[in-house]
């Protein structure tokens, strides 16, 4: 299943396969003219910014954003919020008018300011004009859509950088990331933009940082092998799966040779109401794939089966012991959504929260739904909450305690048996304030 191309994409199989089609839409939106118009933006100093003050900065790079993305008359108040009330660069705020609320910290930097003001005006591109479906708040098309209008050079760069200050004698320094794409991303977008445009070795290119000019290159080299080899990408094929799409027809995509189109046509067939045994038989097969993403996805789809299928049932048995750990963590979660047991996998599970790689959460959240049958987890959980509570992050820790108190009976007489005692008395006052 799935054919070789001369070159290796870049990014994963969902990354491409979502961007492409994000891209598509944004493309189908505002006009293939107007991409292929557009002016690329290669450094802030081709905006008309006033840096005189933070409310000057504000206004000026409001409206070159405006400009830049045809939204001129968008009725829409900036406010600059000067505490922490809210946690992210800018917030865009639905109202009439509606109102994008500033952080001061980040009209200390140009561009931040300017990457945060067009993600913001982006949303209001999608939701000023009552469209609130949920589609239209996905942030990562609310992040692609300035790349479409020329500024995605200045959101490579503000992907992520690093900051540096002076305290007394010392040097400090961390590093800042913005937006929900990561350079790689950006720049495989930007090789699609590329592609909309008809530019194969645009100038601009060279003006990207490193990460996200090497993914263009890679990415516009795939492009060209593919299209030699026959094949398409879903950004601009003919036809792709969508929701008027037969399950016949979203069945022959998910049997061809490229794992985009088939892991888009998994998409699309997760929104209809029942599988027949065709259906069945091509996602079993699905997940002999050596796919790392079109696997669990069609693990998932068959933990939606409505009639218990025993061939399922084996197969989810044996993934469940895949050494792909986002395939494992699939089979598991489907056995438990169709009442397979797992108490033979509690091992498995505990193992699998030691993996970098690993969805920590998930497996979590996992071992937690399983109630009195995680217990044997316990020591696990009780090794983890440790470390969270050391490592001061309390967002994990809350969540491990979730998860012990759904496995224990006792979880306080848990933390005092299985928890060195350095760490008791803290673990046991979380426990306390979280009754």
């Excluded at 040097?171 to 937006?179: E, I, L, Q, T, V």
């Excluded at 991303?185 to 008809?198: N, P």
């Excluded at 799966?241 to 998409?267: C, E, R, V």
Aim: proline share 3%.
């Amino acid at each position: 299943m799935f054919g070789l191309f001369g070159s290796k994409p870049p990014l994963t199989t969902r990354q491409r396969a979502e961007l492409e089609l994000l891209m598509r839409r944004i493309v189908q939106r505002i006009g293939e003219s107007t991409v292929q118009e557009t002016e690329m933006v290669c450094e802030l100093g081709q905006l008309s910014l006033d840096l005189a003050d933070e409310e000057s900065l504000l206004l000026s790079a409001a409206a070159e954003v405006r400009r830049r993305m045809q939204l001129t008359d968008a009725n829409v108040q900036l406010k600059i919020v000067r505490d922490d009330s809210i946690d992210a660069a800018a917030v865009y705020m639905l109202g009439d008018p509606a109102t994008i609320l500033v952080g001061d910290a980040t009209l200390q930097d140009p561009l931040r300011s300017v990457v945060a003001l067009a993600h913001e005006y982006s949303h209001h591109l999608l939701l000023g004009n009552g469209e609130t479906t949920r589609s239209n708040s996905d942030e990562r098309l609310t992040d692609l859509i300035p790349i479409c209008f020329g500024l995605g050079i200045l959101q490579s760069h503000a992907s992520s950088y690093f900051l540096s200050w002076t305290v007394g004698e010392s040097n400090a320094f961390a590093a800042s990331k913005m937006g929900y794409l990561n350079a790689e991303e950006i720049g495989y977008a930007l090789a699609l933009l590329a592609r909309c445009r008809g530019e194969t070795a645009p100038d601009w290119m060279r003006r990207l940082r490193d990460d996200s000019r090497v993914t263009m290159k890679r990415a516009q080299r795939y492009f060209r092998d593919h299209q030699r080899s026959g094949g398409q990408i879903l950004f601009d094929a003919g036809q792709i799966p969508d929701l008027p799409s037969s399950q016949g027809k979203l069945l022959n995509w998910i049997q061809g040779d490229d794992p985009t189109f088939a892991l888009a046509a998994m998409w699309r067939l997760a929104g209809m109401d029942s599988f027949d045994t065709a259906t069945i038989d091509v996602l079993l097969a699905a997940t002999e794939s050596s796919d790392r993403d079109v696997v669990p996805m069609a693990i998932t789809l068959l933990a939606g089966t409505e009639h218990h299928d025993q061939r399922v049932v084996v197969q989810l048995t044996a993934l469940m012991g895949d050494r792909r750990p986002g395939v494992a963590i699939a089979a598991m979660r489907a056995a438990y959504a169709l009442g397979i047991d797992l108490s033979d996998h509690i091992g498995e599970m505990t193992a699998l929260l030691d993996d970098p790689s690993v969805d920590f959460a998930a497996v979590v959240q996992l071992i937690g739904q399983l109630e009195e049958q995680g217990q044997r987890a316990d020591a696990a959980i009780c090794k983890h909450l440790a470390r969270s509570i050391r490592n001061l992050e309390d967002e994990k820790t809350d969540m491990l305690l979730r998860c012990l108190r759904s496995i224990c009976t006792d979880p306080a007489a848990t933390i005092t048996k299985l928890m060195p005692q350095m760490d008791q008395e803290e673990a046991l006052r979380w426990l306390q304030r979280r009754h």
